[in-house]
């Protein structure tokens, strides 16, 4: 099992990054998956989360209306597109896929915005 990350690295403010989260060794598609950030020393945050049709999708309020998760599960991947990024979206970024038995996670991609 293994979820890979890309996507991460540094942008200025009000600029756009694209996440992605791929998912090998498992049949993904019936997960439902969510995107987590962390900053060190503070605890994960759940940034956004997606049901595994694709149906329902939730956000953190700092996030709304700036990010969307996505997922294509013919590819096994799921998406975070990340636009008006602001210093404090600046984190490592990881996915998870789950179900309510078992979470998978990434590794994480760090994301860092600054001018």
């Known amino acids: 099992v293994q979820l890979v990350e890309s996507g991460g690295g540094l942008v200025q403010p009000g600029g756009s990054l694209r996440l992605s989260c791929t998912a090998s060794g498992f049949t993904s598609s019936t997960y439902d998956w969510s995107w987590y950030r962390q900053v060190s020393g503070k605890e994960r945050e759940l940034v956004a989360s997606i049901t595994y049709f694709g149906s329902t999708t939730n956000y953190a309020d700092s996030v709304k209306g700036r990010f969307t998760i996505s997922r294509d599960n013919a590819k096994n991947t799921v998406y975070l597109q990340m636009n008006s990024l602001k210093p404090e979206d600046t984190a490592v970024y990881y996915c998870?896929?789950?179900?309510?038995?078992?979470?998978?996670w990434g590794q994480g991609t760090q994301v860092t915005v600054s001018s």
């Open positions: 998870s896929a789950y179900t309510r038995s078992v979470r998978y």
